[in-house]
């Protein structure tokens, strides 16, 4: 029992109720019909069929037997009537009874199935708000947390779960929104500074009255100020990510591949790596700058972690409801176990990539905000031969969606 779900055992305890109580309605019936034929029950012979009851068969004749005589038999024939007229009785009620307890049977079967299926669908209705709950919990995210279940109907147990989980909801919303707030002005606020100490850096670079000491300084304080204007654009773009998608637009993955392509087609270059393009149409409903940002940087991931000569597989398809986008790369072996932390923000795989030309570790956090704020999913693999091979599966965009050519 414990294993079957809370629909079939709710339908089990209706069918078994229901079969219980036609049971007992059927015995007792049977009951109460044995004892008003017991009290009330009559039998009346045919004359063609009296006529072969031995009984009536010794009374022909009976005006030509003397009187003495004849009393006697009439007090036999009674006798033997009586005893006849009881067991016509019996069977006639035994065969009654017979009749009406198979019939009572097969109704008593045929509605206990029926009793089981009303059940499955009274169930099936009662549980619906749960599963309405239930799927809005699956559904939601950090980027779609402004979903309610909004339930309708009485004021019982049911709604009150779901206005409290709405409820809950609201309080996680105005969390969330808050932290990204805070993320966003924070990051506004830093950068003011930094680009004036940029400023400030360069034009002491530039100048000639500055000896050789200084200059190398700035140029190392440059470095530095790079780095952090970096991690602040990124922390500014996962904030942005993770915000919930104002007005969503068609928009082909192919089309945005190709652009992420000519954009780092200088760091392929520059890291000697062959990067290989395959796409066929596949077009999602979403923030196209987002999305672009996403391909980049699963692009620029898997250049950075590569091996002299290596080579990038850039592929887009659709599969009936879904547009996929797979970035695979060669490289060193990523142990499985550290899949999943590859994703979190400032968490980089291997010693290798703690530097500061490894980035903010920001990249993959940017592109799983991404793709969770489109309602997608990520795959992330570790080729045997070394590297990895991420897929975002996203949403296809529905027919109506989509520009029609002219």
């Given at each position: 029992?414990?294993?079957?779900?809370?629909?079939?055992?709710?339908?089990?305890?209706?069918?078994?109720?229901?079969l219980?109580?036609?049971?007992?309605?059927?015995?007792?019936?049977?009951?109460?019909?044995?004892?008003?034929?017991?009290?009330?029950?009559?039998?009346?012979?045919?004359?063609?069929?009296?006529?072969?009851?031995?009984?009536?068969?010794?009374?022909?004749?009976?005006?030509?037997v003397?009187?003495?005589?004849?009393?006697?038999?009439?007090?036999?024939?009674?006798?033997?009537?009586?005893?006849?007229?009881?067991?016509?009785?019996?069977?006639?009620?035994?065969?009654?009874?017979?009749?009406?307890?198979?019939?009572?049977?097969?109704?008593?079967?045929?509605?206990?199935?029926?009793?089981?299926?009303?059940?499955?669908?009274?169930?099936?209705?009662t549980?619906?708000?749960i599963?309405?709950?239930?799927?809005?919990?699956?559904?939601?995210?950090?980027?779609?947390?402004?979903?309610?279940?909004?339930?309708?109907?009485?004021?019982?147990?049911?709604?009150?779960?779901?206005?409290?989980?709405?409820?809950?909801?609201?309080?996680?919303?105005?969390?969330?929104?808050?932290?990204?707030?805070?993320?966003?002005?924070?990051?506004?606020?830093?950068r003011?500074?930094?680009?004036?100490?940029?400023?400030?850096?360069?034009?002491a670079?530039?100048?000639?009255?500055?000896?050789?000491?200084?200059?190398?300084?700035?140029?190392?304080?440059?470095?530095?100020t790079?780095?952090?204007?970096?991690?602040?654009?990124?922390?500014?773009?996962?904030?942005?990510?993770e915000?919930?998608?104002?007005?969503?637009t068609?928009?082909?993955?192919?089309?945005?591949?190709?652009?992420?392509?000519?954009?780092?087609?200088?760091l392929?270059?520059?890291?000697?790596?062959?990067?290989?393009?395959e796409?066929?149409?596949?077009?999602?409903v979403?923030?196209?700058?987002?999305?672009?940002r996403?391909?980049?940087?699963?692009?620029?991931?898997?250049?950075k972690?590569?091996?002299?000569?290596?080579?990038?597989?850039?592929?887009?398809?659709?599969?009936?409801?879904?547009?996929?986008?797979?970035?695979?790369?060669?490289?060193?072996?990523?142990?499985?176990?550290?899949?999943?932390?590859?994703?979190?923000?400032?968490?980089?795989?291997?010693?290798?990539?703690i530097?500061?030309?490894?980035?903010?570790?920001?990249?993959?956090?940017?592109?799983?905000?991404?793709?969770?704020?489109?309602?997608?999913?990520?795959?992330?693999?570790?080729?045997?031969?070394?590297?990895?091979?991420?897929?975002?599966?996203?949403?296809?965009a529905?027919?109506?969606?989509?520009?029609?050519?002219?």
């Amino acid at each position: 029992m414990t294993r079957l779900s809370v629909r079939a055992r709710l339908t089990l305890v209706y069918g078994t109720l229901f079969l219980v109580t036609s049971a007992v309605l059927v015995g007792v019936t049977y009951l109460q019909t044995v004892k008003a034929m017991d009290k009330r029950f009559n039998v009346t012979f045919q004359t063609e069929k009296t006529e072969k009851i031995p009984a009536m068969q010794s009374l022909q004749g009976l005006d030509q037997v003397p009187p003495a005589q004849r009393f006697q038999r009439l007090l036999t024939a009674r006798g033997e009537l009586q005893a006849e007229v009881d067991k016509r009785l019996q069977e006639q009620k035994r065969d009654v009874l017979e009749q009406m307890l198979q019939s009572s049977v097969v109704t008593l079967l045929f509605l206990g199935l029926a009793g089981i299926g009303i059940g499955y669908l009274v169930a099936g209705r009662t549980l619906r708000p749960i599963h309405m709950v239930t799927a809005t919990a699956q559904r939601l995210s950090e980027s779609n947390l402004h979903e309610r279940i909004a339930l309708t109907g009485p004021q019982d147990e049911i709604k009150d779960l779901a206005d409290t989980f709405d409820r809950m909801l609201d309080r996680l919303h105005r969390a969330f929104d808050a932290q990204r707030r805070f993320v966003a002005n924070a990051s506004h606020e830093l950068r003011t500074p930094l680009t004036i100490n940029r400023t400030v850096l360069e034009v002491a670079i530039a100048s000639r009255k500055n000896p050789p000491e200084t200059k190398a300084l700035a140029d190392v304080l440059l470095g530095n100020t790079a780095r952090h204007e970096r991690l602040i654009n990124g922390l500014l773009l996962l904030a942005r990510s993770e915000r919930e998608l104002n007005a969503p637009t068609p928009t082909p993955l192919e089309d945005v591949v190709r652009s992420a392509v000519d954009q780092l087609d200088e760091l392929a270059g520059e890291t000697d790596v062959d990067v290989t393009v395959e796409v066929s149409p596949a077009t999602t409903v979403g923030d196209p700058v987002l999305l672009e940002r996403c391909a980049v940087n699963l692009l620029e991931n898997a250049l950075k972690y590569n091996v002299p000569g290596g080579q990038v597989w850039v592929r887009t398809w659709r599969r009936r409801d879904q547009v996929m986008l797979r970035v695979e790369n060669t490289g060193r072996p990523v142990p499985s176990y550290e899949l999943t932390t590859i994703y979190e923000p400032f968490r980089r795989l291997g010693a290798d990539r703690i530097g500061s030309a490894g980035g903010a570790g920001l990249g993959l956090s940017i592109v799983r905000a991404v793709v969770r704020a489109h309602g997608g999913t990520l795959d992330t693999l570790a080729r045997p031969e070394g590297g990895l091979a991420i897929t975002v599966r996203l949403p296809a965009a529905p027919s109506a969606a989509l520009p029609q050519a002219r």
